[in-house]
């Protein structure tokens, strides 16, 4: 028999058809049940979703969310070049942040520096002293909660994309003169932003989600201004539905640019980039022939 006589019959998979049919049942049994349920009051949602107060509490979390992790972000980087550092005590110091921080939930660290004026009301050096009341408000308090314990998050991620670097490219630079400063910063870093970039954009997308908690300290981030208005109305479902969706848009712009930043620093690791949701939507409508298109 000739290999072109043979003919492949493709393998059956009943098994995927069952679980295609049960997700599209569950989905439809969703959505009928989130249309016909008056309960949901997607009029009262639809009312407050453009609100004065729910916008301005979604500006707040995008600000503590962008201040957080910047500043985290750069204390992850300053904690993780200590860690790895030959002095022992500069590495133990690093070590002890991390496990401190770490250690903790964050509720309770926005806790404590919320009433940290019950251990030091005044804040100085030498002849400068402020009152801890007027400098540490439940903002600062939050930036300062948020912030240093994301520091310790991305000092863990730092340091894994560091040593994820091999070390002839740091004897490299040395061989060419450069200090240690600039052997981490023009070649060491730039190569570990492809092991750092993915878990950094999680963080960001979970930072968002976890300024919630700032309303235990009456800030009034997106959480906290619904929950103002539903204390006032009791339509308390509906004022859920329009932070969760608030929260569910901004997470998936942060999801798109996340996805756009990986390909950017992903492009000297693999051949072919991973395709963006436009031209996969191409190679859908237009079949395989897009493909090479966007490996291009």
Sequence with gaps: MRPDDIQAIPARHPGRWVAAAAVFVLLLATAYSLTTNPRFEWSVVGEYFFSVRILHGLLLTLELTVISMVIGV????????????????????????????????????????????????NIGFGSWSFDANNLITPFVAAILAL?????????EIVRAGILSVDEGQSEAGAALGMSRLQIMRRVVLPQAMRVIV???????????????LVSVIAVSDLLY?????????????????????????VTTLLSIGQFYIERHFGRSATRQLAPTPLQRLRQLAFGRGANNEGAQ
Excluded at 147 to 155: D, P, R, T, V
């Design 225 to 249: 201004s619904a929950q103002l208005i539903y204390s006032v109305n009791y339509r308390t479902i509906p004022l859920l539905l329009v932070a969760s969706i608030w929260y569910l848009i």
């Design 147 to 155: 912030g240093l314990n994301e520091g310790a998050y991305m000092a």
């Design 198 to 212: 993915p878990p950094t954009g999680n963080e960001a997308i979970s930072m968002l989600k976890t300024t919630s």
């Design 74 to 121: 750069a204390l992850g980087v300053l904690l993780a070049i200590m860690r790895l550092s030959h002095n022992p005590m500069v590495s133990k110091a690093s070590w002890f942040y991390i496990w401190l921080f770490r250690g903790t939930p964050v509720l309770v660290q926005i806790l404590f520096w919320f009433n940290i004026t019950a251990l030091y009301p």
